[in-house]
């Protein structure tokens, strides 16, 4: 028998002992979730005899499926081979598997976010669409999003203008994707469901494959992941583990009544919470759920440790942005030189537009940091160049990956010419690959149909090399295609990097070829596709960790900095946001501080500025209202000389630059000698609007910050500044999309 007592607390026990049945795990931040989960699996397998091949386990990153591959291992060995994926990962796998079945070719690309967006460019220019009125990526993250919640373009909603446009768009987009026999990351989920919804029989046969699916991050569920969880445990053995005080994901989709209401969803269902933390000081989870004990309808949790009490939470408070920065960097270079290494320490802000000036005093400081959340490696030109070819080797028909290389580097193709071939590609229905066949002189014109022909020629026989897999085809891209050697004529500091991206890519592929059990192309584009910012990311090297609070969910450290802990911005939405009915807002917000405060092992610090300037405009906040939240006994106020410690009361006038003066040994503040910038006056509604910007429109139109406007496709929102114009530029802020700049007359007054 396999020993459970000796290695998992009481509750952990009895989650993992659970075997028939639906079984939701409340696991709070930092309380042993991934131990439970492989454990269950070790006791499925060692002590009831279940074949680890019958056992599916799903989660939302490849690094959280490798951990958990890793743990199986380790207590059941090698070979033990249970099905450990991410959702996408895993419907990818049954569409290349089923796919005759499922209506896709087999050999499918799997377009990311840059060639979703390209796709949809196209589409709006077939459509003769501005691309200034239908953004594509607000288009793509349309289409995204209906299909989420599994609508077509048959069943997406037409109420409006914007909808009846992109309801055409949506119809296109899929027609050209069908023919590129391309999929984007909604389509993994969708077309999944969408196939075992349609084919009984289909649906039963995958179903038959798994007698037991545990879900992690059960609260991130969107609705196609609950549908297609729900399809995939008709016996009912389905374990979930997740936290409702995690559920940060909303604007994607996900839906925390999945976890609120999995009793309902399940009936039957045994509950089990892990409430004891393994991770954080007590004044940490102290901290963390004053900040979560207020949000309504959660499940009740309240996490404890065992751990020592601690240090109190540090708050500071700084004149501005840039002396908030420089706080964060003399605090982090002060820790390092303690002990504490810059690669335990992170930094986490609301918004990416908050790293900016982090990142400046960082190098100003010679601080080495990493931005997570910023340009992947696999986003980079020349990587995608080379990732292209191998797309186009794989797939011809892949309009986007054709687009890209066709003419990269110059071979006298140019855009006439492809926007030609795509125009005949249309008309012959097919691939611009395969129309290349079709061309003649009064088509294309003389001097490209060789051209062309060259490059079809070259492809076809990489084609017929690709049997030699990923690491030797780069190679005869690289040499074949003269990418690197047009690089090298340039002969400039910024080809030399682009060449040692393109080596780096291919030490990768190396990589991929030595440690993957199927070492083919196909594998190799879509395990980089599936990438996370996360997966991507190395925490190895002795660097300051910059991200955004949702890139640091599943993360922790022993020091974090919580940065821009102010109304307005953390959380981003404010209490009036309640009067357009947005309180969920305010919620979400709320658990996502907690996730930020539950990555901290032994040190937070939270800062705020009382000026900031961001997105052009400065602003004067008040602290957040989840600084009030935290018990004020497990607080320590820091001040540097000269800077006031009322925290919890907004701040007056400006103190000017040369009124502050930094900690002794901390060097002269980087603005000290800068004319001082006054104090904007706060209005009311606590937005502050730069008096220039507040004319009223030319129109004579009544439109005040603070007013409530309409627009066709964001809904109901709060004006916070007008720039004037003929037609003047409006800041709005919605409930569900954030801040948009919009003309005045796509708005409609009240």
């Known amino acids: ?296 309808g959660r499940r009740p949790k309240n996490l404890w440790t065992d751990n020592a009490a601690g240090e109190r939470i540090s708050v500071m408070a700084t004149p501005d942005e840039r002396e908030e920065a420089r706080f964060v960097a003399r605090t982090a270079k002060e820790l390092a030189a303690k002990g504490t290494a810059l690669s335990e320490q992170a930094v986490f802000y609301r918004t990416n537009a908050q790293s900016r000036v982090l990142e400046e005093v960082l190098r100003a400081m010679n601080i080495p940091h990493r931005v997570v959340g910023g340009m992947r490696f696999y986003e980079r030109a020349e990587v995608k160049d080379i990732i292209a070819y191998l797309r186009l080797i794989q797939n011809p028909a892949d309009h986007t990956a054709f687009v890209r290389v066709v003419n990269t580097p110059p071979r006298g193709i140019g855009k006439t010419t492809i926007d030609r071939l795509i125009e005949l590609a249309v008309a012959k229905e097919c691939s611009a690959f395969d129309a290349i066949d079709f061309a003649d002189r009064d088509t294309l014109g003389a001097a490209a149909i060789p051209k062309l022909a060259a490059f079809k020629q070259m492809v076809q026989r990489w084609q017929n090399e690709i049997a030699e897999g990923p690491f030797f085809l780069a190679g005869r891209v690289i040499e074949d295609s003269g990418y690197v050697a047009r690089l090298e004529l340039e002969n400039t500091a910024e080809a030399d990097a682009r060449i040692e991206n393109v080596q780096e890519l291919v030490g990768s592929i190396e990589d991929f070829v030595a440690d993957a059990e199927e070492p083919t192309l196909d594998n190799f584009l879509e395990l980089i596709t599936l990438q996370t910012d996360i997966d991507a990311a190395n925490f190895n090297a002795d660097q300051l960790t910059l991200m955004t609070v949702h890139s640091a969910k599943g993360l922790e450290f022993n020091t974090v900095f919580v940065t821009g802990m102010e109304e307005g911005l953390f959380p981003l939405v404010r209490s009036e946001d309640a009067v357009l009915g947005d309180t969920d807002a305010i919620d979400e917000e709320r658990r996502l501080g907690y996730v930020a405060l539950t990555r901290a092992r032994q040190k937070l610090y939270i800062t705020r500025a009382r000026e900031r300037r961001l997105y052009g405009n400065t602003r004067s906040n008040p602290p957040s209202r989840f600084i009030g939240n935290i018990p004020s006994d497990i607080v320590r106020h820091l001040a540097a000389e000269g800077v006031k410690t009322e925290l919890l009361s907004p701040p007056s006038t400006r103190r000017s630059y040369g009124d502050y003066r930094a900690p002794v040994g901390a060097g002269t503040p980087f603005r000290s000698a800068m004319t001082p910038r006054p104090a904007p006056p706060r209005p009311k509604t606590d937005i502050w609007v730069d008096p220039e910007y507040s004319q009223l429109p030319e129109s004579g139109s009544v439109l005040v910050p603070g007013q409530i406007v309409g627009h066709a496709r964001f809904g109901k929102g709060r004006v916070v500044s007008v720039q004037p114009g003929a037609n003047p530029k409006v800041e709005v802020e919605f409930p569900a999309f954030g801040r948009k700049v919009l003309l005045f007359s796509y708005l409609e007054i009240g």
């Open 1 to 296: 028998m396999f020993d459970l007592s000796s290695e998992l607390n009481e509750q952990q026990c009895q989650a993992a002992r659970h075997v028939e049945g639906p079984l939701l795990v409340l696991a709070g931040a930092g309380s042993g979730k991934t131990r439970v989960i492989t454990y269950r699996i070790a006791n499925l397998v060692r002590n009831h005899g279940v074949a680890p091949w019958r056992i599916m386990a799903v989660t939302f990153t490849n690094k959280a499926a490798k951990e958990m591959l890793d743990r199986v291992a380790t207590l059941l060995g090698e070979d033990a081979r249970c099905w450990v994926s991410t959702f996408h990962a895993s419907c990818a796998r049954l569409l290349r598997q089923y796919g005759p079945r499922m209506g896709v070719d087999p050999k499918f690309t799997i377009y990311d976010d840059q060639d979703q967006r390209a796709m949809v460019t196209r589409v709006l220019k077939e459509l003769n669409l501005s691309t200034t009125q239908f953004p594509a990526k607000a288009v793509a993250a349309e289409i995204n999003r209906a299909k989420q919640v599994l609508q077509g373009p048959d069943e997406y909603p037409q109420t409006d203008f914007y909808r009846r446009h992109v309801q055409q768009l949506y119809a296109l987009y899929e027609q050209r994707m069908r023919e590129a026999s391309a999929l984007d990351f909604g389509d993994l989920l969708y077309r999944t469901v969408l196939s075992m919804r349609a084919d009984a029989a289909l649906a039963a046969e995958i179903a038959g494959m798994f007698d037991f699916v545990l879900v992690d991050e059960f609260q991130d569920t969107n609705k196609v992941q609950l549908e297609l969880v729900r399809m995939l445990t008709p016996h009912g053995n389905i374990c979930v583990v997740g936290d409702d005080d995690q559920s940060i994901y909303s604007w994607r989709g996900a839906d925390v009544t999945n976890i609120l209401e999995f009793e309902k969803l399940f009936p039957g269902a045994v509950s089990v919470t892990l409430d004891r933390n393994y991770r954080s000081t007590q004044n940490i989870l102290s901290a963390a759920n004053g900040v979560v004990s207020q949000l309504a």
